[in-house]
T-cell receptor, first 112, second 111 residues
Framework: DGGITQSPKYLFRKEGQNVTLSCEQN?????MYWYRQDPGQGLRLIYYSQIVNDFQKGDIAEGYSVSREKKESFPLTVTSAQKNPTAFYLC???????????FGSGTQLSVL | DQQVKQNSPSLSVQEGRISILNCDYT??????FLWYKKYPAEGPTFLISISSIKDKNEDGRFTVFLNKSAKHLSLHIVPSQPGDSAVYFCAASLPGNQFYFGTGTSLTVIP
């Protein structure tokens, strides 16, 4: 079955620690995205990548970093510079047009 | 600045009746509009979309209406079922693959 796999489902971060959220897709999609959802809020764009080895900042990129070394993979690192990291993180992909986004099942990040 | 707005945080409807979820937008350059359904702790799933060149798209119990002059779209669910209870997100996209989401409306369908 094709889809987007996010891992882990739950992640805990200690003070001053960097953590990396995994996102893998086997849909052969060109574009990949990271969104953050906070309670009662919509989805806010962190980073997106339209092709391998290229990515752009979204609306809330500060404190986050990404890489896109392979078409299938778009990991997100939440750095210690992100002071309020507790949120539900969603990875998404699209075939390259703007008609539809496909989402993974999400990672809940909490601070210890 | 929120380009896509859902002004109703919640909506309750009796089973079998119509659910109408509303969405407003500000950017006239959006060329696709989408609706997603989301359960807690899960990723959103795609429901239905509409191109900016159309004013209506229907898929089974779900119909989306687009009013470009008012910069408004709505999702109609008829008849509503208890399994429809979820948070519904409205989204709009620009050429260049940028997607913008509203804050969501929590729909409760009462049996």
């Amino acid at each position: 079955d094709g889809g987007i796999t996010q891992s882990p489902k739950y992640l805990f971060r200690k003070e001053g620690q960097n953590v990396t959220l995994s996102c893998e897709q086997n849909l052969n999609h060109d574009a990949m995205y990271w969104y953050r959802q906070d309670p009662g809020q919509g989805l806010r764009l962190i980073y997106y990548s339209q092709i391998v080895n290229d990515f752009q900042k979204g609306d809330i990129a500060e404190g986050y970093s990404v890489s896109r070394e392979k078409k299938e993979s778009f990991p997100l690192t939440v750095t210690s510079a992100q002071k309020n990291p507790t949120a539900f993180y969603l990875c998404a992909s699209s075939i390259g047009g703007n008609e539809k986004l496909f989402f993974g099942s999400g990672t809940q990040l909490s601070v210890l | 600045d929120q380009q896509v707005k859902q002004n109703s945080p919640s909506l309750s409807v009796q089973e079998g009746r119509i659910s109408i979820l509303n969405c407003d937008y500000t950017n006239s350059m959006f060329d696709y509009f989408l609706w997603y359904k989301k359960y807690p702790a899960e990723g959103p799933t795609f429901l239905i979309s509409i191109s900016s060149i159309k004013d209506k798209n229907e898929d089974g119990r779900f119909t989306v209406f687009l009013n470009k002059s008012a910069k408004h779209l709505s999702l109609h669910i008829v008849p509503s079922q208890p399994g429809d209870s979820a948070v519904y997100f409205c989204a709009a996209s620009l050429p260049g693959n940028q997607f913008y989401f509203g804050t969501g409306t929590s729909l409760t369908v009462i049996p």
